[in-house]
Nanobody, 115 residues
Framework: QVQLLESGGGLVQAGGSLSLSCTAS????????MGWYRQAPGKQRDLVAR???????NYADSVKGRFTISRDDAKKTVLLQMTNLKPEDTGVYYC?????????WGQGTQVTVSS
């Protein structure tokens, strides 16, 4: 059983920065993908960024150049550094782990960007 614990988030003005952290507990395999998804009110949950165990990254077009995802496998942690935040970045951010075809989710952390 894997559990994901998120931290970070909060309220920030447009143009500001925030960092999100997610730490996994339980069994993790050497091949997996960790990532962050965002769900705005009334909208579906969409991919923000993800990083494979080999270091390959993918970003949503809307965050390219502003967000950076990284991972520390020794600490079972994935980080999302967010800069130049915009009001449209507001939402609940969920940490995700995909391994052996199974998805695990964190409880979500709120990010609010005021204009």
């Amino acid at each position: 059983q894997v559990q994901l614990l998120e931290s970070g988030g909060g309220l920030v003005q447009a143009g500001g920065s925030l960092s999100l952290s997610c730490t996994a507990s339980g069994s993790m395999f050497s091949s997996n993908v960790m990532g962050w998804y965002r769900q705005a009110p009334g909208k579906q949950r969409d991919l923000v960024a993800r990083i494979g165990s080999g270091g390959t990254t993918n970003y949503a077009d809307s965050v390219k150049g502003r967000f950076t995802i990284s991972r520390d496998d020794a600490k079972k942690t994935v980080l999302l550094q967010m800069t130049n935040l915009k009001p449209e970045d507001t939402g609940v951010y969920y940490c995700n782990l995909l391994q052996i075809g199974k998805n695990y989710w964190g409880q979500g952390t709120q990010v609010t960007v005021s204009s």
